[in-house]
T-cell receptor, first 114, second 114 residues
Framework: SQKIEQNSEALNIQEGKTATLTCNYTNYSPAYLQWYRQDPGRGPVFLLLIRENEKEKRKERLKVTFDTTLKQSLFHITASQPADSATYLC?????????????FGTGTLLAVQP | DGGITQSPKYLFRKEGQNVTLSCEQNLNHDAMYWYRQDPGQGLRLIYYSQIVNDFQKGDIAEGYSVSREKKESFPLTVTSAQKNPTAFYLCASIEGRGLGTEAFFGQGTRLTVV
């Protein structure tokens, strides 16, 4: 069973709003957490990485937070556009980055309405 | 251009047949991975390899086999023991030398049992 949980419901938002996606994990102490974007029928593409000693990371309209106490990462897309519509996946190494084993969450489908 | 190439893009298998999915990378990456994705689901780890001639089982290795005889290549065989092989298969690689290095994915192979 999946040990990394993401919003199972699709997230529908209006263009221009901020989308917030959640990634929760249990029983791990990851040294980092990654976020990927996946379009239908294609492989995921890396977006951002945040390390355990970082609270927040930004890249253009994207922002990621990492709360190791809550065991949660939040992924924000500000000023969302229809082109942001895709599935977003979080990923981590359950052994704290020591093994290169990379496991993924269930993914959240984001739909941005014009 | 450097990248990961998966072939074929579409594959049809008859009941009881073994089939092999190809994954080749020219990124000089140490670690390679195979994931399975079912409709509306996240990625589940089948096998991964951190170095040549070594590989580890992921969360759903039963019914699959791999080899890593060359750094560039990590083929996946779906055996007749895999009872529900119809899925989208993704190969990935990471440099393996840094903590949390991003994963690069191929375009996937869609396997269908007929």
């Amino acid at each position: 069973s999946q040990k990394i949980e993401q919003n199972s419901e699709a997230l529908n938002i209006q263009e221009g709003k901020t989308a917030t996606l959640t990634c929760n994990y249990t029983n791990y102490s990851p040294a980092y957490l990654q976020w990927y974007r996946q379009d239908p029928g294609r492989g995921p593409v890396f977006l951002l990485l945040i390390r355990e000693n970082e609270k927040e990371k930004r890249k253009e309209r994207l922002k990621v937070t990492f709360d190791t106490t809550l065991k949660q990462s939040l992924f924000h897309i500000t000023a969302s556009q229809p082109a942001d519509s895709a599935t977003y996946l979080c990923a981590l190494d359950p052994y704290g980055g020591a093994t290169n084993k990379l496991i993924f969450g269930t993914g959240t489908l984001l739909a941005v309405q014009p | 251009d450097g990248g990961i190439t998966q072939s074929p893009k579409y594959l049809f298998r008859k009941e009881g047949q073994n089939v092999t999915l190809s994954c080749e990378q020219n990124l000089n990456h140490d670690a390679m991975y195979w994931y399975r994705q079912d409709p509306g689901q996240g990625l589940r780890l089948i096998y991964y390899s951190q170095i040549v001639n070594d590989f580890q089982k992921g969360d759903i290795a039963e019914g699959y086999s791999v080899s890593r005889e060359k750094k560039e290549s990590f083929p996946l065989t779906v055996t007749s023991a895999q009872k529900n092989p119809t899925a989208f298969y993704l190969c990935a690689s990471i440099e393996g030398r840094g903590l949390g290095t991003e994963a690069f994915f191929g375009q996937g192979t869609r396997l269908t049992v007929v």
